[in-house]
T-cell receptor, first 113, second 114 residues
Framework: AQSVTQPDIHITVSEGASLELRCNYS??????LFWYVQSPGQGLQLLLK??????LVQGIKGFEAEFKRSQSSFNLRKPSVHWSDAAEYFC???????????FGKGTKLSVKP | KAGVTQTPRYLIKTRGQQVTLSCSPI?????VSWYQQTPGQGLQFLFE???????NKGNFPGRFSGRQFSNSRSEMNVSTLELGDSALYLC?????????????FGPGTRLTVL
């Protein structure tokens, strides 16, 4: 069965520092991958997606992610974190023929001033 | 274009009651999916509706049901509420159903069962 693992439950970074959030997936075929962000009390906002093609994907708010098939990973990166980036981040994969999203448990990001 | 809207935003019920949540998708979107979010289980898929038909269902008991209307608006119903049903219920809409589909989420309905 498809699954998504986000190894880090909580990460704290200083404002202006770089960020990398890890995501590993388990899926037999070509995965369709997403990163969403959720601020407290809010729904999910799509940051970026990978369907095919260039393995380095650019998203909104200065985020990017790199798909690495050999490592079954889709890590999210940002070169310089802003205090407003504090939120919870979810990696997701489209689950097989059903097409629903399968989410990781999320990584909560805190930003130190 | 207006986003996905969900009503009500907050709801408090007691055990044994039933509840109905509503979701209005983005105009033109015909697929609506529902997810349950809890601290313990995370985000879990409930079901998907497309053109008024349930197309896909997650692993939830029959107490959880839904429907979709001809205008693509969707409702989900939970009967005989249990404490464990306390959660944030998220609705997502997408354009008609080719795969993969990009889903746009609403703000959610926070359900508290006492």
């Amino acid at each position: 069965a498809q699954s998504v693992t986000q190894p880090d439950i909580h990460i704290t970074v200083s404002e202006g520092a770089s960020l990398e959030l890890r995501c590993n997936y388990s899926y037999g075929a070509t995965p369709y991958l997403f990163w969403y962000v959720q601020s407290p009390g809010q729904g999910l906002q799509l940051l970026l997606k990978y369907f095919s093609g260039d393995t380095l994907v650019q998203g909104i708010k200065g985020f990017e992610a790199e798909f690495k098939r050999s490592q079954s990973s889709f890590n999210l990166r940002k070169p310089s974190v802003h205090w407003s980036d504090a939120a919870e981040y979810f990696c997701a994969v489209v689950g097989g023929s059903q097409g629903n999203l399968i989410f990781g448990k999320g990584t909560k990001l805190s930003v130190k001033p | 274009k207006a986003g996905v809207t969900q009503t009500p935003r907050y709801l408090i019920k007691t055990r044994g009651q039933q509840v109905t949540l509503s979701c209005s998708p983005i105009s033109g979107h015909r697929s609506v999916s529902w997810y349950q979010q809890t601290p313990g289980q995370g985000l879990q898929f409930l079901f998907e509706y497309f053109s008024e038909t349930q197309r896909n269902k997650g692993n939830f008991p029959g107490r959880f049901s839904g429907r979709q209307f001809s205008n693509s608006r969707s409702e989900m119903n939970v009967s005989t509420l249990e404490l464990g049903d306390s959660a944030l219920y998220l609705c997502a809409s997408s354009l008609e159903g080719s795969r993969p589909n990009e889903q746009f989420f609403g703000p959610g309905t926070r359900l508290t069962v006492l």
